[in-house]
């Protein structure tokens, strides 16, 4: 929704990857429909999508409503429309969905309940998804992503009505936050797994781990 980041970083990647590598399109992942013509307008483009990140995010315990519609329900919504593009058993061509989670999707943090549950429902969700008995056939793999801290804009500028407890919380950022670097590393080497279907990665100031769930309601 930033459209000055967005074009700032739309010249930057244009610079080094080539005009036509390159789209950027301000689109509120709250509004479905939106969310399907950027899809679109990637699809025409590009003519295809292969990998498809839902990353949007924001930590703000006082608008908890917003937190589940863009942490969650976004998502939701995203990985819909990209498994019906890539479904081979629809036409499609295969690929990997990649979730971003949290830390606070593998634990319990009492500073964001709400933040914490919708990490929770992402990492839930895409599990399953991942394990379902028809994955092999439609050809998707899903991956989620399980950061600690990083230094992004979702940490900065935390008061009492985005966070509770906000000074055990400041503390735990400063003593762990991750640079982007590390984090983004992390989610290439998540993305290049060469059998990455149901792999969630966390990755801390400690390294990489990776880890499953299973089933156990069937």
């Not at 990140?53 to 608008?63: F, L, P, Y």
């Not at 976004?74 to 949290?102: F, P, W, Y």
């Not at 009492?110 to 050809?139: D, M, W």
Request: glycine share 8%; hydrophobic share 40%.
């Amino acid at each position: 929704v930033n459209s000055t980041v967005g074009n700032d970083t739309f010249e930057e990647l244009k610079r080094r990857f080539s005009k036509q590598n390159v789209r950027f399109t301000e689109f509120d992942v709250t509004n479905h429909q939106q969310f399907k013509d950027a899809f679109d307008l990637a699809v025409s483009t590009f003519g295809h999508v292969d990998v498809f990140v839902n990353n949007a995010g924001i930590m703000n315990e006082s608008k908890w409503e917003q937190q589940v519609l863009v942490n969650y329900t976004a998502v939701i919504c995203g990985t819909q429309l990209a498994i019906e593009h890539m479904r081979k058993d629809k036409g499609g061509r295969g690929g990997r969905i990649i979730n971003i989670s949290s830390i606070a999707g593998l634990g319990d943090l009492f500073c964001t309940p709400v933040y914490g549950g919708t990490k929770h429902a992402i990492r839930s969700f895409t599990s399953a998804l991942a394990q379902s008995p028809n994955v092999e056939e439609i050809g998707i793999e899903y991956g989620i992503l399980c950061p600690d801290v990083t230094a992004t804009n979702l940490v900065m500028n935390l008061d009492s009505d985005k966070v509770h407890f906000v000074d055990l919380l400041q503390k735990r950022i400063d003593e762990n936050t991750l640079p982007v670097s590390v984090v983004a590393e992390g989610f290439m080497d998540l993305l290049q797994l060469e059998k990455m279907n149901g792999a969630i990665l966390q990755v801390t100031s400690d390294g990489r781990s990776y880890r499953k769930m299973t089933n156990e309601a069937v």
